[in-house]
T-cell receptor, first 113, second 113 residues
């Protein structure tokens, strides 16, 4: 069972470069999320998509854009990477009803130099 | 802004000892979740507590939700090296059509053989 799959696993970028993190889920979930995890700060929500065709800002959206390509796929784009965006990024998905399980991918380690 | 404070942030104990991790907030949540995260992986849901005062047990792990639904605790009895990992609490709320999770900073637990 694949669950939530993220690519790439590791990436090093130079300041100013752009890149897209890809995410796909095979659980037929409506909602998808992008989080970042930094030491001592837990996970913070960047953007989310409640359903296909909709996207909304989370807690820390600045410097990022997202695309909900279809029900399965939700990508995160860094248009001009900055060192402050060095982090571990997690994609997640869930059914809509609150309190249900949110399933996380394995994470993407991004370093911006 | 809703905040969740976890304590302690780091805990290193010997195998066989008991421990308690606390998760506190000034906000009320509809439910609270506990996750465990191992190196190189995403968080995995352990439990969801919904009702104030609720106690749930998962083998040697006991989870409690405060009466006012603002705080929670995780108690591990007779800790084992396999319990080593990052434990995260998350308050559950609502976004437009999706789930809102507010994460604590995490407790990094090390159980020494």
């Amino acid at each position: 069972n694949a669950g939530v799959t993220q690519t790439p696993k590791f990436q090093v970028l130079k300041t100013g470069q752009s890149m897209t993190l890809q995410c796909a889920q095979d659980m037929n979930h409506n909602s998808m999320y992008w989080y970042r995890q930094d030491p001592g700060m837990g996970l913070r929500l960047i953007y989310y998509s409640a359903s296909e065709g909709t996207t909304d800002k989370g807690e820390v959206p600045n410097g990022y854009n997202v695309s909900r390509l279809n029900k399965r796929e939700f990508s995160l784009r860094l248009e001009s990477a900055a060192p402050s965006q060095t982090s571990v990024y997690f994609c997640a998905s869930s059914v809509i009803r609150a309190g249900n399980t949110i399933y996380f991918g394995e994470g993407s380690w991004l370093t911006v130099v | 802004t809703q905040l969740l404070e976890q304590s302690p942030q780091f805990l290193s104990i010997q195998e066989g000892e008991n421990l308690t991790v606390y998760c506190n907030s000034s906000s009320v949540f509809s439910s609270l979740q506990w996750y465990r995260q191992e190196p190189g992986e995403g968080p995995v849901l352990l439990v969801t507590v919904v009702t104030g005062g609720e106690v749930k047990k998962l083998k040697r792990l006991t989870f409690q939700f405060g009466d006012a639904r603002k705080d929670s605790s995780l108690h591990i009895t007779a800790a084992q090296p396999g319990d080593t990992g990052l434990y995260l609490c998350a308050g559950v709320g609502h976004l437009r059509g999706a789930q809102k999770l507010v994460f604590g900073q995490g407790t990094r637990l090390t159980i020494n053989p």
